[in-house]
Nanobody, 124 residues
Framework: QVQLVESGGGLVQAGGSLRLSCAAS????????MGWFRQAPGKEREFVAG????????YYADSVKGRFTISRDNAKNTVYLQMNSLKPEDTAVYYC?????????????????WGQGTQVTVSS
């Protein structure tokens, strides 16, 4: 069992930056591939970024490539999402997800555990 708690969301102007954190607790948390997803009002949940359990590979949705960076600190059982050059269309609730020993995948159904989410609002 893994528990995930996101933090770092908030209100920011377009062009600004935010860093989201996802703290994982539970056994063998470092063996989990971690993903960030988001859901805007009236829209389906979409994949944002992921980093495999070893930390050796990260992958991104095309909409955030070059602006967002995912990283992990296994010593702290924490995954980060650095978001730069934010746009109003990035406004959503951002969720952290974990799946044990997953390869690179953007499919939410493959992740086993989810956090409660943190709101990110980008004003124009």
């Amino acid at each position: 069992q893994v528990q995930l708690v996101e933090s770092g969301g908030g209100l920011v102007q377009a062009g600004g930056s935010l860093r989201l954190s996802c703290a994982a607790s539970g056994r063998a948390a470092s063996s989990y591939t971690m993903g960030w997803f988001r859901q805007a009002p009236g829209k389906e949940r979409e994949f944002v970024a992921g980093i495999i359990w070893s930390g050796s590979s990260a992958y991104y949705a095309d909409s955030v490539k070059g602006r967002f960076t995912i990283s992990r600190d296994n010593a702290k059982n924490t995954v980060y999402l650095q978001m730069n050059s934010l746009k109003p269309e990035d406004t959503a609730v951002y969720y952290c997800a974990a799946g044990r020993y997953l390869g690179p995948t953007s499919r939410g159904s493959e992740y086993d555990y989810w956090g409660q989410g943190t709101q990110v609002t980008v004003s124009s």
